[in-house]
């Protein structure tokens, strides 16, 4: 299987994981309501995305209070960092990519 789109991460394809991951790229760690507010989803949406990529190992998910009130942080693992770039790098593979004319000739 030579086409690029094999090389695709299955977690991180989906357009939700994916728009998370990208959020959660730039920070160290973000609450789960910006992320929840930037990637425009729901509370329950975002914590089933999340327990994905929390399963994955993609995103690490922090308790805590400020005060009072309970807070949640989501944070991009190293391996989701990398998971995430690699996915990136095959994106951009399949928007540049042509088959070769060997590969033409064997599929006529």
């Not at 299987?1 to 789109?5: A, I, L, Q």
């Not at 995103?59 to 922090?62: I, M, R």
């Given at each position: 299987?030579?086409?690029?789109?094999h090389q695709l991460d299955a977690i991180i394809h989906n357009a939700t994981r994916f728009s998370i991951m990208a959020a959660l790229l730039p920070a160290d760690k973000a609450e789960f309501k910006f992320i929840r507010d930037t990637v425009e989803i729901t509370d329950s949406v975002l914590s089933q995305h999340v327990t994905a990529l929390e399963q994955a190992g993609y995103?690490?998910?922090?308790k805590g209070q400020v005060g009072r009130r309970p807070r949640t942080w989501l944070s991009a693992t190293r391996a989701g960092r990398a998971a995430f770039h690699a996915h990136l790098a095959v994106l951009n593979q399949l928007a540049n990519w042509s088959p070769t004319a060997q590969e033409h000739r064997a599929s006529t």
């Open positions: 299987m030579n086409h690029p789109r995103v690490k998910v922090t």
